[in-house]
């Protein structure tokens, strides 16, 4: 074999070998995503703390993966309840000794949700505060349901 083709059938083989040994098998796809559907809530909270006249409470909980959250308020105690009263409930995110909600709604308590969104994992807060109509404080109860 001359020296020429010799150093052509070597270069072929070193390029085929390299090839095998760069590629390993590995496919364009990953199974080590994350997922992008939520995980159901499988964790129920509640929690129970004093509302002031014009006055914002939250509740700090965790999520250990992406899934659904469900904020509902549960119930509203006091003396001298107005009539249709509603409070701003809102998911976020702890920022010191505050809550900054990325969603709130006006709600008045009940038994179903009247916050949901997916989120997570991290550590996020539910967030309550007085929609203007307190007259005196009152006692909240509400839930949180997570992943």
Same mark, same amino acid.
């Given at each position: 074999?001359?020296?020429?083709?010799l150093?052509?059938?070597?270069g072929s083989?070193a390029?085929l070998?390299?090839?095998?040994?760069?590629?390993n098998?590995?496919?364009?796809?990953?199974?080590?995503?994350?997922?992008?559907?939520p995980?159901?809530?499988?964790?129920n909270?509640?929690?129970?703390?004093?509302?002031?006249? %014009?006055? *914002?409470?939250?509740? =700090?909980?965790s999520? +250990?993966q992406?899934?659904?959250? &469900?904020?509902?308020? !549960? $119930?509203?105690?006091?003396?001298?309840?107005?009539?249709?009263?509603?409070l701003?409930?809102?998911?976020?995110?702890?920022? %010191?000794? *505050?809550?900054?909600? =990325?969603?709130t709604? +006006?709600?008045?308590?009940?038994? &179903?949700a009247?916050? !949901? $969104?997916?989120?997570?994992?991290?550590i996020?807060?539910?967030v309550?505060?007085?929609?203007?109509?307190?007259?005196a404080?009152?006692?909240?109860?509400?839930?949180?349901?997570?992943s």
């Amino acid at each position: 074999m001359s020296a020429s083709r010799l150093v052509r059938v070597l270069g072929s083989a070193a390029g085929l070998l390299c090839l095998a040994a760069c590629s390993n098998g590995a496919s364009a796809s990953s199974t080590t995503s994350p997922s992008s559907v939520p995980a159901d809530a499988t964790v129920n909270e509640s929690f129970t703390s004093t509302l002031a006249v %014009g006055g *914002t409470l939250f509740y =700090s909980f965790s999520i +250990a993966q992406y899934g659904n959250v &469900a904020v509902t308020l !549960t $119930g509203v105690t006091g003396s001298d309840l107005p009539d249709g009263l509603s409070l701003n409930v809102g998911i976020g995110r702890p920022a %010191g000794t *505050t809550c900054t909600a =990325s969603i709130t709604v +006006a709600a008045a308590p009940g038994d &179903a949700a009247q916050v !949901t $969104g997916s989120y997570g994992p991290g550590i996020f807060c539910v967030v309550v505060s007085d929609s203007g109509m307190l007259t005196a404080p009152v006692k909240v109860d509400a839930a949180v349901a997570h992943s």
